[in-house]
Each structure stands twice: as C-alpha cells, then as structure tokens.
C-alpha cells in the first residue's frame, strides 16, 4: 500500500513508519519538524516538510501520491502546555485536522487512522476506560483532539470518510534503534531514565494527594511497537466496516512512584524524586479497556509487563546519549 504519514517525523510516526516499509509499503512522511529532527526520518521514505495549515502543499501531496490511506501523528501533545496556551492547542490540532481532511476530500482520499487519545475521557465515572465512558476532557489538548474526532463523524456522515479514531493511553518504549526522543521531553519514562543516565538531578513527581493508592496518578502504560500493529489492523479492517474506535492501552494502571521504582529496578540506579504540586489537567486516573479492538480486530499486546516496555526504552535511551 501507499500509505500518507503526518507526523511522521515524531516518535509514534517514525516507528509505524519504520515498521510499514519493513512490511513493504511505501510511506511518505509529512511533517513540519517543529517537534522533531530530520535525522529522525526513516531512510526509504518521501519527505515532505510541510505544515498541516498548508493546504495547497497538502492538496498537492496527495494528489502525486494517490494514497491508499493516511495516518494522521502530527500535533502537539503536551496537556501541560495547552493549559497554559489552549489557543495554540485548537489552531495546530483542531484547524490543522479540519485543513487535512479538506485536502483529502478534495483530492479523493477517504481512508484516514487518526492518534487520538485517553485524553478524550478526562476524569473518568468508571475504571477501566471503555469507549462508550463519557467524554469530558480535562484539559485543552484532550478537546482538540475530540473535536477532531467530531468532525471526522460528520465527515463520514456527509462524505463517506472512512476513519478509524484510535484513543492511546500512555505511549512507551522503543523498537530496536528507534524511541522517544521529544524535544523539549515531558513525559514521565524519558525524564525518569534521564535521571537514571546522570542528565537530571531528580524527577519531579507532579502531586502527592490524588485518590489513588500512593497519591500519585495512575496511567496505563502500552508499548509503542503493540501500538503500531495496531493502526495497520486499523487501516485494514477500514476496507470492510467505518468509523471504528478503539481504546489502545494494557488494561493495567501504575502509579507515577511504581514507575520510578520499575525505573530503579531495570537500570539499577538510584533515581532522587523532588515532590512539586499537581500539574494542571492531570486527571487522577488512566487505564484502558481495550477489549474491543482485541475482541474485533485481533489485537494483541505483547509487551504485558511494566518492566519490559522500560527495558526496551532504557536501551534505547541509553543509545541516544552515548
Ligand atoms: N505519546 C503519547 O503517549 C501519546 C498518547 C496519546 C496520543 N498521542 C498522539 O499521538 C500522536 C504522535 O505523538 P508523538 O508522541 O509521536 O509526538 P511527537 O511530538 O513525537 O510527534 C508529532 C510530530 O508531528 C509534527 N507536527 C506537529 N504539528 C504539526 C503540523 N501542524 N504540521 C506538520 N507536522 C506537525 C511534529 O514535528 C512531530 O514530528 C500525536 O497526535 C499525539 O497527540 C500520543
Ligand atoms: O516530570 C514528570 C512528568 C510527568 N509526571 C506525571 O506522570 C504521569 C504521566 O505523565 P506524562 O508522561 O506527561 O503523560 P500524560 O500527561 O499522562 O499524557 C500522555 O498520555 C496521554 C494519554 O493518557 C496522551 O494523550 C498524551 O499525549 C501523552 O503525553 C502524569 O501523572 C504526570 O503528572 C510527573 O510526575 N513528573
């Protein structure tokens, strides 16, 4: 297949990209590089540097490739940060979607895996996380990408998109020579195992008093490479049934301490912790059922374990800084 890559540049698109050509398609990336490296591109992709608010560079790569389905990565993704700049969050995600899906309608594309994520949900009634939990975002990065999730629905109600919205919980971990590699990092392993390599002092742990069993927020953690199987399942099984949208976590919630110590565990370092106030639009509690995507796709998370997927991204890190 010819398969379209926002945000392919990033640390999710560059490993769905990699693990697409290791199965024979050809990928082009689309990517404006604002959060990323060109060094990061996978070799034996077209690149295009381009920002999703250019539609007539968009329009005019879809209309060269002909592709067979696009998935859409690019966006910003710090819920701290659009709590302080939710305007950024709407223009970039939100209007940058709506300006993608624009530009396949009026090239023809109908075939589109959107990242969404558990952000969607925001505090949520009952744990596990099914699909059908309210959605009610807590902060302003979860509401940029449901609204995009709002108009793809009218987008298929009106034109036929076919899309499938896969919501992910906490992405982690690396495929052999490729991980996370954010710039600036915020999220929590990358910081944790920045620590354990001597480039931070500490961790700042956001928040000692929530409603969970240390007072330290729970997340589900799912391996990036269970992830990226997932959206070629995805893409797939768009040819028969659409929307499709699925929860993509491990079912298994950890606390921001049983992460440090799973940290302590695989490096064998000690990891110093610095105890700060909550972060804005941190909800308490993220774990996934994603019971439907096994029960209709086949989906099948191999990484289980908490301490492997920090293994797999402890090697890469440690790659990264040598
Ligand atoms: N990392 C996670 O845990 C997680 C969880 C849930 C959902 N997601 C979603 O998955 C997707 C990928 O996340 P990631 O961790 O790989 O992030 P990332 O920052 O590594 O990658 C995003 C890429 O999109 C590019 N980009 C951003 N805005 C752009 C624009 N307007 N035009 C062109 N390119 C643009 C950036 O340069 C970057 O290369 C995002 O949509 C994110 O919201 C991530
Ligand atoms: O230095 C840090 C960084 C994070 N945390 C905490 O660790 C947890 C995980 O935080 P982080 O790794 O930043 O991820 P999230 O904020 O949970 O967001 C991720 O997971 C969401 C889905 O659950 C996605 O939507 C987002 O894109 C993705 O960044 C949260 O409770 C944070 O408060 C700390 O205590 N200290």
């Not at 077209?46 to 879809?62: I, M, N, P």
């Not at 744990?127 to 298929?156: C, D, F, Q, V």
């Not at 695989?266 to 610095?274: F, N, Q, S």
Request: with cysteine.
């Amino acid at each position: 297949m010819k398969i379209l890559v926002t945000g392919g540049a990033g640390y999710i698109g560059g490993t769905v990209s990699r693990l697409l050509l290791e199965r024979g398609h050809e990928v082009t990336v689309f990517d404006s590089l604002c959060h990323s490296r060109r060094s990061a591109i996978a070799e034996g992709v077209t690149f295009v540097e381009g920002d999703l608010a250019d539609s007539a560079l968009l329009e005019k790569t879809l209309n060269a490739g002909k592709f067979d389905g696009v998935l859409h990565f690019a966006a910003l993704i710090e819920a701290g940060e659009s709590m302080k700049q939710p305007e950024v969050y709407f223009r970039n995600n939100t209007a940058g979607t709506l300006t993608l899906l624009e530009a396949m309608l009026a090239t023809g594309h109908n075939k589109l895996v959107f990242s969404s994520t558990a952000a969607c949900y925001g505090e949520p009634e009952k744990t596990p996380i099914t699909e059908e939990a309210r959605l009610a975002p807590t902060n302003a990065y979860g509401e940029s990408k449901l609204l995009s999730e709002h108009m793809m629905r009218w987008m298929h109600h009106s034109h036929g998109l076919r899309y499938a919205a896969l919501r992910y919980f906490n992405v982690a971990g690396a495929i052999p020579g490729y991980g996370e590699n954010h710039e600036p990092e915020s999220h929590l392993i990358p910081l944790v195992l920045d620590v354990a390599l001597g480039r931070r002092a500490s961790i700042k742990i956001f928040g000692q008093d929530y409603p969970t069993p240390d007072g330290t927020c729970v997340r589900d953690y799912v391996h990036v490479q269970d992830l990226a199987d997932a959206h070629l399942l995805a893409l797939a099984a768009l040819e028969d049934k659409a929307p499709l949208i699925y929860n993509l976590g491990s079912g298994t919630g950890f606390t921001v301490l049983e992460v440090i110590e799973s940290v302590r565990r695989v490096t064998g370092k000690e990891i110093p912790v610095e105890l700060c106030p909550r972060r804005p639009g941190d909800p308490a509690v993220l774990v996934a059922s994603s019971e439907k995507i096994q029960q209709e796709l086949g989906w099948k998370p191999q990484f289980a374990k908490l301490d492997s997927i920090i293994e797999s991204a402890w090697i890469w890190h440690q790659q990264l800084h040598r």
